[in-house]
Structure formats: C-alpha cells, structure tokens
C-alpha cells in the first residue's frame, strides 16, 4: 500500500527563543512502520517555506502500529522543526574571535635584545630579529647546540602567532562591497585600526556564504604582529637601532671574511634595510569600524 502523510490538527506549534524562533509541526505517517522506508516523506532538512522557514530538524516516533498487528500499513509519528529566517541590520550584531597561537622555527643562536613599547624584552629568532655572525672556535658563546666539530645545530622554538576574525551578517552584499575586499586583501593598516597601531595588522581576506533566505554572513579574517624597535651590532663595532614594523622584512648586507687572529670564515655584517612588503591602506573602507573593542 502507498505511504501517505497527514498533518494533525494539533501542529503547527510556535517557539519564541532569545537567540532564534522555531515552529514545530506534526505528521502521521500511514503505510510503514520504517523510518528508513518514510525518509523521503514529508518536510525535508533544508527544506524552506516561503523563504522564511528553514527545516532544521526531523524526528521520527514510533512506530505506533506496527504492521501485520491489526492492519498491513503500519503507522509512524514525524515531528519537523523549522527555523525562522533570522532578519538582522548590516554590521548588526557582529561576532569577533581571536586566536593566539604558536608556530614552530629552528633557532641556532642565542637572539639580542630589542625593545617592544619601551620596554627590553629576548627577541625570538635571529631569522625575526637579528643576524647570523661567528663565534670563537673555542668558546661557542651563544650558539645554540654546537657540536665538537662545530657544526651548529640549533633547536626548534614555538613562536607566538595572533588571528582575529569579525563575522557580519548582511542582509545584501554588492560588487563595490566585493571590490573593497578585493583591493584590501594584503594590506596592512595605514592608521590605528582596533587599537592595533599602523602597520600591525595585515588583512587576509573574508570568507563570504548565503542560502537562500537568508542573509550573507562574511567573516573578515586577520593577522596581527607587533612594531618593534631592534639593535643590531655592526662590524666597525657600532650599533645600530631600527624600527621593523609588525610584517615587514629585514634584510643585511654582509660578507664572509677570514679572521687575522683565529684563521676561521666569519660572517660580518655591514649593515641593515627594512624592506615594507605590503602596502597600507584604510580598513575604515571594510565597514567593520575602527574603535578598539572591550
């Protein structure tokens, strides 16, 4: 016999939540006592009803007459969830997450000092913030895991590493709201942005998705580092300070030189370039404001 569906007259029961409201409705299933054999009957998951509902959720009960027990059809209860499309302002409320975490680097001397915000603090890696020199052959110094045949071979370190992302729910997302997206990805901030100050924050794109019925939900994605003012000691003995901005690159110009006295190749360093490697740009155009958050 044909399975057939029929609403009961008690359904159609409304749930007002604080974060979402729901409408629940109830069906009898005739012709099967099978949940399996009924799950292409009735509402299904994602299933919308003038746009406005959404199924979230079917649950089966049952069964309630088993067949051969009376009858050959065999009778289900089905219960659907549907959730109301959540109708919000552009920008309004907006999710925030921030994640500190850590990524691994071999280390292979002990790193010089630097100064972030005024205050001495150990500078991670020689790769971030100083240079690569010789120590004496005898008295290996600061080098890190140096060998009786003075090889070096350093040691793996855990470097923090800081991602922020914001989550707007829009309820339109135009091709010029696209662009500004477009044209900011790789930038970093020209002005304070979040309390981060310029240079600090480098923008890694979003992430865009909307079903229908729903509004666009775009998360905005971050990186952020810090400003930092470094020293570096020279070969003419004198030290030189700089200013190295959260994501840009330092280079040194240096040679390889046989010392007079120990007869060893050492590397000497001549001097230092900060390179900018992304351009800054106004993340006010991204809509998300500016002000710091608490």
């Known amino acids: 016999m044909a399975i057939r569906i029929e609403e009961l007259k008690d359904s159609r029961e409304m749930i007002i ?28 998951i994602n299933e919308l009803w003038d746009d406005e509902l959404r199924v979230i959720e079917r649950r089966f009960s049952g069964p309630i007459k088993p067949a051969g027990a009376g009858t050959e059809e065999g009778v289900l209860h089905l219960t659907v969830t549907y959730r ?14 921030l994640n500190v975490g850590v990524v691994s680097e071999r280390v292979f001397k002990t790193p010089p000092k630097q100064t972030l915000y005024g205050v001495p603090y150990n500078a991670l890696t020689q790769t971030h913030y100083g240079a690569p020199g010789a120590d004496d052959q005898d008295e290996p110094g600061d080098l890190i895991e140096t060998k009786d045949d003075k090889t070096v071979e350093g040691v793996d370190v855990l470097l923090p590493t ?8 829009l309820s339109s997302f135009t091709t ?3 662009k500004v997206i477009v044209r ?7 002005i304070t942005w979040r309390g ?8 890694l794109g979003a992430q865009a998705h909307k079903r229908k019925g729903e509004n666009w939900r775009i998360t905005y994605s971050f990186r952020i580092g810090v400003n930092a003012l470094h020293q570096l000691a020279v070969d003419t003995g ?13 280079w040194f110009r ?7 006295v120990t007869d060893i190749l050492e590397q000497k360093i001549h001097d230092v370039h900060v390179a900018p490697v992304y351009q800054p740009a106004d993340f006010a155009e991204l809509g998300l404001g500016t002000e710091e958050l608490s």
């Open 196 to 203: 981060w100050e310029p240079g600090e924050v480098l923008f």
């Open 184 to 190: 900011l990805t790789a930038k970093v901030n020209e």
């Open 176 to 178: 010029a709201q696209r």
């Open 17 to 44: 939540g604080a974060a979402e409201k729901t409408l629940v409705l109830q069906f009898m299933i005739y012709g099967t006592d099978d949940p399996d054999e009924a799950a292409l009957v009735g509402p299904q």
């Open 238 to 250: 004198d030290v030189i300070e700089y200013i190295k901005l959260a994501h840009e690159y330092v």
């Open 254 to 260: 240096s040679s390889i030189e046989k010392n007079g």
């Open 84 to 97: 109301f499309r959540i109708e919000q302002t552009p920008g309004d409320p907006p999710e925030y997450q």
């Open 162 to 169: 800081t991602e922020y992302t914001e989550t707007r729910e």
